[in-house]
């Protein structure tokens, strides 16, 4: 397409299995039937979309989660010190129990603001609640299957990097963590005005 092309792709910490570049528009022309929405209203396109898209997007970190908690539940189960399974000691089953509330909290908001939306009540509030709760979460939840790992955790031979990388993505992508916390609070104050 005339004006269009793409830039070289970037080496990014996570999510390094999908491949990212910069698409670059420089007098591009685009046929009328290519056009989406009135001329010069594409930016409203795009945000019609980013309810949807928030949403969809908090499942990556809910199945970040669900990987953490496999990797780590088995890592404690059979790792072995001091003559015991390290999932034995009180404060590894403690942060295991906080992993697996955390995750079916999140498992639960998620479905419940699915459901929702199937059933016609998507809004801006949820959506933005959605994925801020469930980015940052993972985020944490990555940090404690690290720990679980100890020493493990920080080298490259387990997937515990790999997780927390990737989950980092989703407390920026789709709208940062402080662009949805405004999102939320602006909602909330047209309610309670």
């Known amino acids: 397409m005339e004006g269009f092309s793409v830039g ?39 945000m019609s979309g980013l309810d949807v898209e928030r949403l969809v997007l908090a499942a990556g970190p809910v199945g ?49 603001v699915a459901r929702a939306a199937d059933q016609g009540h998507m809004n801006s509030n949820a959506c933005a609640g959605v994925i801020l709760y469930c980015a940052e979460k993972a985020t944490q939840m990555a ?7 100890g020493g493990n955790g920080y080298i490259n031979d387990y997937v515990t990097g790999r997780l927390l990388r990737d989950a980092k993505l989703f407390e920026i992508g789709g709208g940062t963590s402080e662009i949805r916390r405004m999102i939320i609070g602006r909602v909330l104050n047209n309610e309670y005005k």
């Open 8 to 46: 070289k792709p970037l080496d990014k910490l996570g999510m390094r299995g999908s491949p990212t570049g910069e698409l670059i528009f420089e007098d591009c022309k685009v046929p009328a039937e290519n056009l989406l929405g009135a001329e010069g209203k594409g930016v409203y396109v795009l």
């Open 64 to 112: 970040i989660m669900q990987a953490c908690c496999d990797v780590a539940f088995d890592y404690v189960h059979h790792r072995k010190q001091f003559g015991h399974r390290i999932g034995e000691f009180q404060l590894i089953q403690g942060k295991i129990a906080d992993m697996y509330t955390t995750l079916n909290a999140c498992r639960a908001y998620l479905y419940s």
């Open 143 to 149: 940090l404690n299957a690290i720990q679980c790992l």
